[in-house]
């Protein structure tokens, strides 16, 4: 079982920063791939990138490629995204996200709001 909890969320203007954080507990968290996904009101919950287990490969949606950066720190239990350039339609909630591959996501965070004001 592996229980996530994500932090960072927050309000900031648009062209500006932020950093969401996802705490992982479990021993089997370096074997798994991590993703983060948001979803805004009344939108499907999307991909917006993932890592492998390693850290070796990376996955970013269209609209975030070159603003938002996905890390991992084994050691730490833990997977950061970096946002930069925020935009408001990045507005949504984010949800990180633990599988055995990036077509299966087993496990959930309860998500963190991140709103870009214009």
């Known amino acids: 079982q592996v229980q996530l909890v994500e932090s960072g969320g927050g309000l900031v203007q648009a062209g500006g920063s932020l950093r969401l954080s996802c705490a992982a507990s479990?021993?089997?968290?370096?074997?798994?791939?991590m993703g983060w996904f948001r979803q805004a009101p009344g939108k499907e919950r999307k991909n917006v990138a993932f890592?492998?287990?390693?850290?070796?490969?990376?996955y970013y949606t269209d609209s975030v490629k070159g603003r938002f950066t996905i890390s991992r720190d084994n050691a730490k239990n833990t997977v950061l995204l970096e946002m930069n350039s925020l935009k408001p339609e990045d507005t949504a909630v984010y949800y990180c996200?633990?599988?055995?591959?990036?077509?299966?996501?087993?496990?959930w965070g309860q998500g963190t709001q991140v709103t870009v004001s214009s």
């Open positions: 479990g021993r089997t968290f370096s074997s798994l791939a």
């Open positions: 890592i492998s287990w390693s850290g070796t490969s990376t």
């Open positions: 996200s633990a599988g055995r591959n990036a077509g299966s996501w087993d496990y």
